[in-house]
């Protein structure tokens, strides 16, 4: 299953091939009716050409000269490079997510995963490259992305009900008090919190927090959402329980992926990479970079307990660990 296209450019299943096409940004792709194929579209100066669909094995060469921008992208990290001080810790990072793509940003401790969330959030900028939103550069925070991190997500002083409020006010400004209201309390019942819109952040417990912090961030209606690490300050049984909500929300959003929000999650842990993405990066450290993007095709919805045992599911979880631990001063087979 792990597709890190060759040099001269990507044979092999046609899914993982239409993937590094789009991520290279060379294409982008739509459904042109529902229950359609995928079809290649390719879009000269604006103007989109349909491309037919395209056999597995279909060799690069013949798309080479394409290069024009790709449609439907969501986020676009072009050539990032980021240094504290002297130290380097993203080096040269593309990567480009369609509308709806559940993306995990895993790696070792260190490897800069929380810095790239960081610049994605627009709160550090990178010193090379750029990163764009909906086609437009980002020049700091905005409304078009919410962000959830391990600790700190809400504001201690508001109550949960007064922390999802602000999100729904910022993001519909100009809606009634009762509208607010309703939206905010239907943002905490849809996390399970219906009862908790008086209480304070510190009488909630850390998975009750986080479900208020996912609940704010939705509430701000944006397209992409930033999750740093959300769960991982957490016990294993919350976390599962967190991990099902999360899939259960971003789910329920719509059957067509365009529908859903565009997420970036960080983590560390290659079970929850695998059942929530639809794309794992995996990263490499000293400095920060991409080793290499796997397409998740595992069937939805994702039930643990069906899923863990499968041989596909094994498969994956063996490849990404190996992949991790390249070049790491460890034995690969004893870490998994
Ligand atoms: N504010 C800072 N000042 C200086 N160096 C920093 C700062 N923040 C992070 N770094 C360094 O940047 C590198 C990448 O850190 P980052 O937190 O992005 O890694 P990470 O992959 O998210 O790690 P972890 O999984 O342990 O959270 C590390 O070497 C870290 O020490």
Same mark, same amino acid.
């Given at each position: 299953?792990?597709?890190?296209?060759?040099?001269?450019?990507?044979?092999?299943?046609?899914?993982?091939?239409?993937?590094?096409?789009?991520?290279?940004?060379?294409?982008?792709?739509?459904?042109?009716?529902?229950?359609?194929?995928? =079809? @290649?579209?390719?879009? /000269? &100066?604006?103007?989109?050409?349909? +491309? %037919?669909?395209?056999?597995? #094995?279909? $060799?690069?060469?013949?798309?080479?000269?394409?290069?024009?921008?790709?449609?439907?992208?969501?986020?676009?990290?072009?050539?990032?490079?980021?240094?504290?001080?002297?130290?380097?810790?993203?080096?040269?990072? =593309? @990567?480009?997510?369609? /509308? &709806?793509?559940?993306?995990?940003? +895993? %790696?070792?401790?260190?490897? #800069?995963? $929380?810095?790239?969330?960081?610049?994605?959030?627009?709160?550090?900028?990178?010193?090379?490259?750029?990163?764009?939103?909906?086609?437009?550069?980002?020049?700091?925070?905005?409304?078009?992305?919410?962000?959830?991190?391990?600790?700190?997500?809400?504001?201690?002083?508001?109550?949960?009900?007064?922390?999802?409020?602000?999100?729904?006010?910022?993001?519909?400004?100009?809606?009634?008090?009762?509208?607010?209201?309703?939206?905010?309390?239907?943002?905490?019942?849809?996390?399970?919190?219906?009862?908790?819109?008086?209480?304070?952040?510190?009488?909630?417990?850390?998975?009750?927090?986080?479900?208020?912090?996912?609940?704010?961030?939705?509430?701000?209606?944006?397209?992409?959402?930033?999750?740093?690490?959300?769960?991982?300050?957490?016990?294993?049984?919350?976390?599962?329980?967190?991990?099902?909500?999360?899939?259960?929300?971003?789910?329920?959003?719509?059957?067509?992926?365009?529908?859903?929000?565009?997420?970036?999650?960080?983590?560390?842990?290659?079970?929850?990479?695998?059942?929530?993405?639809?794309?794992?990066?995996?990263?490499?450290?000293?400095?920060?970079?991409?080793?290499?993007?796997?397409?998740?095709?595992?069937?939805?919805?994702?039930?643990?307990?069906?899923?863990?045992?499968?041989?596909?599911?094994?498969?994956?979880?063996?490849?990404?660990?190996?992949?991790?631990?390249?070049?790491?001063?460890?034995?690969?087979?004893?870490?998994?």
């Amino acid at each position: 299953m792990l597709f890190v296209p060759d040099a001269d450019g990507g044979r092999g299943d046609w899914r993982q091939f239409r993937d590094w096409l789009v991520r290279q940004q060379l294409c982008g792709f739509r459904r042109l009716s529902p229950g359609d194929r995928w =079809h @290649l579209v390719h879009c /000269p &100066g604006g103007e989109c050409r349909d +491309l %037919g669909h395209r056999a597995p #094995g279909t $060799s690069l060469a013949a798309l080479a000269p394409v290069r024009e921008e790709a449609v439907m992208l969501s986020v676009r990290v072009e050539g990032v490079s980021f240094a504290h001080g002297a130290q380097t810790v993203l080096r040269d990072i =593309h @990567l480009a997510a369609r /509308p &709806g793509e559940f993306v995990c940003l +895993l %790696g070792p401790s260190g490897c #800069g995963k $929380s810095t790239l969330l960081r610049l994605l959030a627009g709160l550090e900028r990178p010193d090379r490259g750029r990163i764009l939103v909906d086609g437009r550069p980002i020049k700091g925070p905005g409304l078009d992305r919410a962000v959830v991190f391990q600790d700190y997500s809400l504001f201690p002083w508001l109550s949960a009900g007064e922390n999802v409020l602000m999100a729904v006010r910022q993001a519909f400004p100009d809606r009634s008090r009762a509208f607010h209201h309703e939206t905010a309390r239907a943002h905490l019942a849809r996390v399970h919190l219906e009862d908790a819109f008086d209480k304070m952040p510190a009488q909630l417990s850390g998975g009750m927090r986080q479900r208020a912090a996912i609940a704010r961030a939705l509430a701000q209606d944006a397209p992409v959402l930033l999750m740093d690490e959300p769960f991982g300050a957490l016990d294993a049984v919350t976390r599962t329980v967190l991990q099902d909500q999360l899939l259960e929300l971003w789910q329920g959003e719509g059957q067509e992926e365009p529908q859903r929000k565009t997420v970036f999650f960080v983590t560390h842990d290659v079970e929850e990479a695998l059942l929530l993405a639809t794309t794992v990066v995996v990263m490499g450290t000293r400095p920060g970079t991409i080793k290499g993007v796997f397409a998740i095709d595992l069937p939805r919805p994702r039930v643990r307990r069906s899923l863990y045992p499968t041989v596909t599911f094994q498969t994956q979880r063996q490849a990404l660990v190996d992949l991790l631990h390249q070049g790491l001063p460890l034995d690969a087979d004893r870490a998994a």
